[in-house]
Each structure stands twice: as C-alpha cells, then as structure tokens.
C-alpha cells in the first residue's frame, strides 16, 4: 500500500499490510480549506472547535475498517501524542505525520510496519508506548 506525500502528489512510503487488515488514512492532504494563506484542516478539534493542527496525516491498520477509520480521525486530533493509547488496544498501530521545522516528520507505533521507500523518505521514528497522561 501506498500513503502519499499529505503535501504533495508523490509516495511517501510504502507499507506491507498483513492480509485480513484494514487501512485508513486521515488528515488535511486532500481535505482542506485555505483560508488567509493558511492550510486548514477539515477534521475539528472537539476541545477547542477549531481544525485540528496536531498531525499533517495519520495512517492506521486496524481488525476492521471502522476501528482504523475512528482511530485515524482520534489521532489526527491528538498527534504522535496519542499513539500512547495504542498500547490498550490489540491490533491497531499507526502512523503520525507531523510538521516539523521546514519538513515532515513520521511517529510509528512499535507494531506498525516499517516503511520502504526512497532515500529521501524521512527517517521514521518509533514512539513509547506508555499510556499518555491527560
């Protein structure tokens, strides 16, 4: 499978997903509204009412479509910050892109596949898996 660059039209990465798995990809790449020269995602932060800031894009695997579709929306909201809570759940990991500085930046749960792709794909990141303090 195949997540594309959430700010451009390249492959970002490639991943192997086991077969039986579902896939679901969030974030404000193809979504989005730019509104005085800024990118404004289309998933709402419930806490503040505004688009969500925290990721750039969020892939998910999960048993089924709805828990990864549900997980890619919560963690587009949270960020790499909210790939703690992955440590209660059997069978969901993910992948958190991020701004960072001038580029982008991907935060891995330990389960999630290692992605392939091109030497100038950003070096990957695994997060701790300790549950995430409010």
Do not use: K, N, Y
Request: aromatic share 6%; with cysteine.
């Amino acid at each position: 499978m195949e997540v594309l660059d959430p700010e451009g039209e390249r492959v970002w990465a490639r991943l192997a997903v086991p077969g039986g798995r579902a896939v679901c990809t969030s974030g404000h790449g193809q979504r989005f509204v730019t509104i005085a020269g800024r990118r404004l995602s289309h998933i709402v932060d419930p806490r503040s009412g505004w688009p969500t800031r925290a990721s750039v894009s969020v892939t998910v695997i999960a048993p089924s479509a709805v828990e990864a579709d549900a997980w890619a929306t919560a963690l587009a909201v949270e960020g790499a910050a909210g790939l703690g809570r992955l440590a209660e759940v059997r069978g969901v990991e993910a992948m958190v892109i991020e701004s960072a500085g001038e580029g982008l930046v991907a935060r891995l749960s330990s389960g999630f596949p290692e992605p392939r792709g091109e030497e100038d794909f950003p070096a990957w990141s695994r997060e701790d898996r300790s549950p995430v303090r409010p």
